[in-house]
Each structure stands twice: as C-alpha cells, then as structure tokens.
C-alpha cells in the first residue's frame, strides 16, 4: 500500500510519520463521475456496448474489449475461481478487505480489475457512504448492486477518463494483464485525492517450493516458468513486484509499506489456518492452471493444444505430490 502525499517534495524523500498516522482528507464529492462530465460516460458506455462480442479459444471464453490486452478468461469456471480467490486473499488478511487505513468516512474508491466485483460489492456494503466503481475488461458483474456501487468496463492501461479523483484505489491481481506499471502508478497518482491510498495486491511467477522439496525439473516449476517466458513474450514482467517501491517513490508516493506473503499450494503447512489456505490454493489451481496458461502458451509461445495438455496434467499431478511444498510469493 502507498500514500499519496501532497506536500511539494523530492520524489525519493520519506517522513518518520507512522504508516498508521495518515488519514484520508475527504473530497465532499460524492462521485467519481460529475453531471458534467458526458464524454467520459459516453466513453465507458461505448465500451460496454462492444464488450460482450466474446472471443472463444482453447475451450474457455475471453474478453471482447481491447481483444488481447488480457490473457485469462471470462467463463463462468473462472468467475467462480475469482471467488475462491477473493476468499483467500481475506483470509491473508485476517477476514479484511484492504490494509490501508483508509477511514469509515472514506468518500470515493476505485477498484481496478475488479473482476467479478466480488471486493467492491463488499466494500461498497461496509461503508455505505463511499461511492465505489469497479473497473474491468469483461461486464460479468452482477446486475444488482449496492446502491452506492457501479461497474464500468475499461481498460486500466488506456487514458483515464475520469474527472473527479478517489480516496482510494484498489488494484489486485492484474498481472498478467499489466504492459506498463510505472504508467499505471502516474495514473493512479493523477487520480488520488491529495492524502489518499493506494493498495496493490500481486503474484510473481514463477513459483517455488519453500524447503527445496521440489527440484529444477519439477513440471510445476517447469510450468510457472513457461508461464513468466509467455507474458514475457506478450511484453508483460510476471517479476515486476520487485520493482512497484521504487516506482512508487519515484512519482511522489510516501509511507510505502511492503509485504511479503506466500500462498501455500496444498495442506502442507502447520496450522489450521495455513492448511486451510493451502487446500483452498490446491482447489483454485484445479482450474487456475488452465486458465492462466492456456492463452499464454498458445498465443506467444506457439505450444499445441496436446502439448499444453500434457503439460497441464503433469503440473497437476506434481502439485498433488504431498512430499512437495510448493508455493506463489505474493
């Protein structure tokens, strides 16, 4: 999570002020898109008007708007893997939905990549006086929302259109859709509200076992790393975490805090919590490895549809190897 300071100072400087410390200054704004602002709701509703023209590859069913920007899918088995997956990102947090200390008064948010909008119904409903937009590539949102809750289909990496600013924004998970980090930081720094937050959720690939249990030629590795050669390919860094602090900085946000998680893939941790992230990590990858692969292998590392099956069912049979402890630095 980062803070967006508006004192005039040098980009790399930071404060003694605790983490903890800040709190948001609320624009009286209650929405993101004024009565004026026309051009950019014609904009997203031209987008949404093209967005369902479904592109349909490998079995699995892809986003229409921007065809490509994105190399996962939009089915009904990968929404309900996004789910899953919102699941286990509260249970990293002890059951919250962020970690920045934004106020129960906070005014405008944002959650980019929202997919099936699971986290910004959520938050819309803790704190019914936000005003909170979900952004995604794909309309695959529920149609009744909290009313203070509203889905726009846009593409994160393309100019923003809005002209009211947030409180706070939300990204997570846009990895393998992401072609240009330090862009998307300036476009979330132009858009925050002068003492707001902005908190990023990632993944790196590849993977790795946590006690060297799996060796260099394990086919999950093997697949993980495909996986980081084919969206290195399509012009996206799956490494790209190591570098979000020093982007960060670079633009002007302070009070950056880092964190350092893993999902375990599989019960092999000890404790009850860490086993019952493992075994909800083991069901996601049932029908995540399919997901986050197929396009990938496919479209830029020119695999047929044979051999990412095989590749596919060896990843899946070492990942239910239970003397290998296998995990996704986050």
């Known amino acids: 999570m980062s803070h967006h300071d508006a004192a005039d100072r040098p980009p790399n400087s930071s404060s003694d002020e605790s983490l903890l410390g800040r709190h948001l200054e609320i624009d009286d704004c209650d929405s993101a898109l004024g009565d004026d602002d026309r051009d950019a709701e014609s904009a997203f509703t031209s987008a949404a008007s093209r967005a369902t023209d479904w592109r349909f590859e490998n079995g699995r069913r892809y986003h229409a708007y921007d065809d490509g920007a994105y190399n996962l899918p939009n089915d009904e088995l990968e929404q309900d893997?996004?789910?899953?997956?919102?699941?286990?990102?509260?249970?990293?947090?002890?059951?919250?939905?962020?970690?920045?200390?934004?106020?129960?008064?906070?005014?405008?948010?944002?959650?980019?990549?929202?997919?099936?909008?699971?986290?910004?119904?959520?938050?819309?409903?803790?704190?019914?006086?936000?005003?909170?937009?979900?952004?995604?590539?794909?309309?695959?949102?529920?149609?009744?929302?909290?009313?203070?809750?509203?889905?726009?289909?846009?593409?994160?990496?393309?100019?923003?259109?809005?002209?009211?600013?947030?409180?706070?924004?939300?990204?997570?998970?846009?990895?393998?859709?992401?072609?240009?980090w330090p862009r998307f930081f300036r476009q979330c720094w132009d858009n925050l509200n002068p003492g707001g937050w902005l908190e990023l959720r990632e993944i790196t690939f590849p993977w790795g076992s946590a006690d060297g249990t799996a060796v260099a030629d394990s086919p999950l590795l093997d697949w993980s790393e495909k996986v980081r050669l084919g969206a290195a390919k399509a012009g996206i860094d799956t490494t790209a975490c190591a570098s979000f602090e020093g982007h960060l900085q670079s633009i002007g946000f302070v009070h950056i805090r880092k964190e350092t998680p893993s999902w375990p893939l599989g019960p092999w941790p000890r404790g009850s919590r860490e086993k019952k992230m493992g075994a909800y990590a083991l069901e996601n990858l049932e029908s995540g490895l399919h997901a986050v692969s197929?396009?990938?292998?496919?479209?830029?590392?020119?695999?047929?549809?044979?051999?990412?099956?095989l590749s596919l069912m060896e990843a899946r049979k070492d990942l239910h190897d239970p003397t290998k402890h296998f995990y996704a630095p986050l």
Request: aromatic fraction near 10%; hydrophobic fraction near 40%.
């Open 81 to 180: 893997r996004l789910d899953l997956q919102h699941t286990m990102w509260r249970m990293i947090h002890s059951g919250a939905l962020h970690m920045s200390p934004v106020p129960d008064t906070v005014g405008s948010v944002l959650d980019v990549g929202c997919g099936t909008g699971v986290w910004t119904i959520q938050f819309a409903e803790e704190h019914p006086n936000a005003h909170v937009i979900g952004t995604d590539l794909s309309p695959v949102q529920p149609h009744f929302v909290p009313p203070n809750c509203e889905f726009l289909v846009d593409n994160a990496e393309r100019e923003w259109a809005f002209t009211r600013r947030f409180d706070f924004i939300h990204a997570r998970m846009l990895c393998m859709g992401m072609h240009d």
């Open 294 to 309: 197929s396009a990938v292998f496919s479209r830029y590392l020119d695999m047929s549809t044979e051999s990412i099956e």
